[in-house]
């Protein structure tokens, strides 16, 4: 089994958290649009949190099974909204525990990206915007309906992740997913 990812499966809350997360990985980690494969999301369908954190047990369970056959990566990503990064990593981890599965360990190709408050919190920050992630910007720079709009704002990104470059006043929860991407560093072409 070769040590770089074959698929890379998303499991997402909403379309604009899904065209950065295809765009980080193509532009800037070369991965091929059909190595990405994405699990249906309530689209204006009820909470795109509560559908992550409900389907995440059995999306961990099923990437440990292809695991056995071929080098796999899973991105979980959702929303922190109000609450803090961290309750939603031990929420993620309470799923598994509540579904009799073993929660993500730490040599797992199983990345979590929780921006606080919004996807676009870190929009306005790439955008060169003034950003503090206690205010909510989602209605504030309307992304939304406009996702080509941020891709050169995610290719700038997927650079500085790629290549280590230090992000200048980044929000916290921006940084921690740097450092979750490093975790998967080897599996990444």
Not at 43 to 72: C, D, H, I
Not at 83 to 95: F, M, P, S, W
Not at 117 to 140: D, F, G
Request: glycine share 4%; net charge positive.
């Amino acid at each position: 089994m070769t040590n770089r990812a074959s698929q890379v499966i998303l499991l997402c809350e909403d379309h604009l958290m899904e065209v950065f997360l295809r765009r980080f990985l193509s532009k800037g980690w070369g991965i091929k649009q059909r190595a990405i494969r994405v699990m249906s999301y309530p689209r204006g369908q009820g909470s795109g949190e509560q559908f992550v954190r409900k389907q995440y047990p059995n999306q961990l369970k099923a990437f440990r099974k292809r695991q056995q056959r071929a080098s796999t990566i899973l991105v979980v990503a959702l929303d922190a909204d109000t609450d803090t990064v961290e309750q939603h990593h031990l929420e993620l981890a309470k799923a598994c525990v509540h579904a009799n599965i073993e929660p993500r360990q730490d040599g797992e190709s199983v990345i979590h990206l929780v921006p606080k408050h919004h996807i676009e919190t870190w929009l306005a920050y790439l955008a060169k915007l003034s950003v503090n992630e206690e205010q909510e910007y989602k209605n504030r720079y309307g992304f939304r309906k406009r996702e080509s709009d941020i891709h050169p704002l995610v290719d700038g990104l997927a650079h500085s992740c790629k290549n280590n470059l230090h992000l200048v006043s980044a929000p916290p929860s921006l940084l921690r997913t740097c450092k979750e991407f490093e975790r998967i560093r080897g599996k990444l072409p």
